[in-house]
């Protein structure tokens, strides 16, 4: 086999077999393969797309790369849940243990993360004496006695994918359905869950700017899942504006653990709920969504998902206490206002230029070796729909280094849009992708 007729064969828009994709995806990752030859490879994926077929066994052939963790030591169903990223997602500090609090076990690798905010990880790791890196022992002892585990990756998963991936973000081709696809879902496959719940967004903060990328995006990877036997439902969720008030790493755990009381903002809320219902049916822990939704509102307002919470955070070396007492977390120096330049109703509010704010400010990392500052970021104050009066504040700037902090402020205003009249009320939960279809119905009710 040679890499160049594989090369045309895709450019002139042939399906390629499981050997050729393996002989390709086997040879880059040794090295046999060079970078310029992968490149055209995946410009022609580009371009011509790739069959489910094909995107599943590319895939398989990435998990092949590397390590494969081994869950069954832990009994029941496990079940992952995986965000293609938005700005103030912090859904797994609040889905995690509301499924496990529901019985379904919970065995989670994390990502720091790049870019604006810190990824779950740096978020746990805000709270005192959190724990994220366990060995693979640790971690499933931990999920057989406390049912949830979140842990920074470990070992080689996918050396194929980390490979790829960084040439494509070179390339120019990144932005490929069936490469994301596969990218993402080779990562859960080799996590070792048996179902997964995927939160794919769509907006102005997200990956995926449109409905229908994101509905695409969405049926490919429940496609790739089904066929690699992991059981996966994928959620379309709206990105126009960042999720809850809080942008910041140890902000957000403040703002997860209201939602766990019972409480926290509506937006926020709501999105765990129907996150943690279909984890709870894919779980087996509840007939059908609706049911699975019903256990969920009891376990927050009854506060068993709260002590969950508590119970993981003690297992995993943190201080328990940061849920009574906020000041236990780290707390920035400054809380600067950011003053309206306008009077109306709030239209959109640009997640990713909020995100920047909080950027600016020292919440993310710009690469894998800066240090990130958990106690600063954004509350935002004013979300879409309200009506705001010029001079009002549109959020808080939490600073300790006031380097950042004007041109903070100046995104933060650049990213509202208004208008004279309310918004129209946009949905939250726009479809549903099943291995059964696409559902565009309207979130679950009880
Ligand atoms: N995230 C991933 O892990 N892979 C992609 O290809 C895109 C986003």
Redesign the pocket.
């Known amino acids: 086999m040679r890499a160049y007729d594989l090369i045309l064969k895709k450019r002139n828009g042939g399906e390629l077999s499981v050997e050729e994709i393996d002989f390709l995806v086997k040879g880059y990752t040794e090295g046999s393969i060079p970078d310029y030859q992968m490149a055209a490879f995946l410009m022609a994926v580009y371009f011509r797309g790739m069959s489910d077929r094909e995107a599943a066994d590319l895939t398989e052939a990435m998990v092949r790369s590397g390590d494969r963790c081994d869950l069954g030591s832990i009994p029941g169903i496990k079940v992952d849940k995986h965000s ?2 938005g700005v103030g997602d912090k859904t797994t500090l609040i889905v995690a243990p509301l499924a496990a609090a529901a019985g379904v076990p919970v065995a989670k690798m994390s990502g720091r993360g790049l870019g604006h905010t810190g990824g779950t990880v740096d978020k746990l790791e805000s709270i005192p004496g959190f724990r994220t890196t366990l060995t693979l022992d640790e971690m499933a002892k931990q999920v057989r006695e406390t049912g949830v585990a979140v842990v920074a990756q470990t070992g080689n998963l996918t050396p194929a ?1 980390k490979k790829l ?1 960084a040439l ?1 973000d070179v390339t120019a081709t ?1 932005d490929s359905i069936p ?2 696809a596969s ?2 879902m080779s ?1 859960k496959l080799a996590s070792g869950a048996d179902a997964v719940v995927l939160d794919v967004k769509a907006g102005s903060g997200a ?1 995926m700017k449109t409905v229908q990328g994101a509905v695409d995006l969405a049926r490919a990877m429940v496609a790739v899942g089904e066929r690699r036997g992991l059981h996966t439902v994928a959620l379309v969720t709206g990105m126009d504006e960042p999720l809850g008030t809080a942008v910041g790493n140890a902000l957000e755990v403040r703002e997860a653990i209201d939602v766990l009381a019972g409480g926290g903002p509506e937006d926020l809320r709501e999105l765990c709920v129907n996150l943690a219902s279909y984890m709870v049916v894919l779980g087996r822990k509840a007939p059908t969504p609706a049911d699975a939704r019903r256990l969920c509102e009891e376990l927050l307002s009854g506060g068993c998902a709260l002590a969950k919470f508590r119970e993981w955070i003690s297992t995993q070396g943190g201080d328990p206490a940061v849920i009574e007492d906020g000041s236990l977390l780290p707390r920035a120096a400054r809380e600067v206002p950011v003053p309206s330049a306008a009077s109306g109703f709030v239209e959109s509010i640009d997640a990713e230029t909020v995100g920047k704010a909080a950027s600016l400010l020292g919440a993310g990392r710009l690469t894998k070796e800066s240090s990130i500052d958990p106690a600063v970021g954004v509350t935002v104050i004013k979300k879409v729909g309200m009506r705001v009066e010029e001079g009002e504040p549109l959020g808080i700037l939490h600073v300790n280094d006031p380097a950042g902090l004007d041109e903070a402020m100046t995104a933060l205003q650049k990213a509202y849009r208004f208008g004279q009249e309310p918004p129209p009320r946009r949905r939250l939960i726009i479809a549903v992708v099943t291995r059964d279809g696409v559902d565009g119905h309207p979130p679950l009710s009880t």
């Open positions: 293609t990223g994918d991936y494509r990144v490469l994301i990218s993402v990562k990956f």
